[in-house]
């Protein structure tokens, strides 16, 4: 199998369920986006420490739930294919609150504003929250327009737990500074 085909060299690709769209659909646009948050997590995966191995098991599970995810973004309601996929389960948001709230204790209580940075794992971590976010609101406006259709519940799910693995990214920024040694950046008033 080529992984090149030729088919969107006229600005038109598939959706997973097999309409043609525009690239700059929004729909494309949503699931671009989840793409590329699935690609900076594996990044940030690979930046960190040893001593992070529940936080990189973690990141692998967030990997698979967006895969998960991206294939509802890239099915209309209409479509048959609706009947092969699993929706995110609720229970998954919890799941990621659990996390936040494990690390969370384990960290100076935040009382100042921080800039993103710091090791490696944690600025790749800042770069993921934003991503996160950009994709949040992508699906957002996606949620808007499937409201009240077959994928409208599923889409829901997908886009509370954007909301809080953003908080996670956060959060796991701020471990990987401290698994290393490196404190926080502080925000000073210019």
């Not at 989840?34 to 990189?56: C, F, M, Q, R």
């Not at 229970?91 to 659990?98: A, G, I």
Request: contains cysteine; aromatic residues 8%; proline residues 4%.
């Amino acid at each position: 199998m080529k992984v090149y085909t030729g088919g969107g060299d006229k600005g038109k690709t598939s959706l997973f369920s097999g309409e043609r769209v525009a690239k700059y659909s929004l729909r494309i646009d949503s699931y671009g986006d989840l793409d590329e948050l699935n690609s900076v997590i594996g990044a940030i995966h690979s930046h960190l420490p040893k001593n992070t191995e529940s936080i990189k098991n973690e990141l692998l599970h967030i990997q698979a739930r967006l895969f998960q995810a991206g294939a509802w973004l890239a099915t209309t309601p209409e479509s048959s294919a609706i009947d092969f996929l699993e929706e995110l389960e609720e229970s998954v948001v919890k799941d990621l609150e659990n996390k936040i709230d494990e690390l969370t204790a384990e960290l100076t209580p935040l009382k100042e504003f921080i800039l993103p940075g710091g090791t490696p794992g944690a600025s790749w971590a800042h770069i993921g929250r934003t991503v996160c976010r950009r994709c949040e609101r992508k699906v957002t406006q996606l949620v808007e327009e499937e409201k009240g259709s077959k994928i409208d519940s599923a889409l829901q799910v997908i886009l509370v737990y954007l909301n809080r693995l953003s908080d996670y990214l956060f959060v796991v920024a701020r471990f990987a500074n401290k698994a290393e040694g490196r404190p926080d950046q502080v925000w000073r008033q210019p």
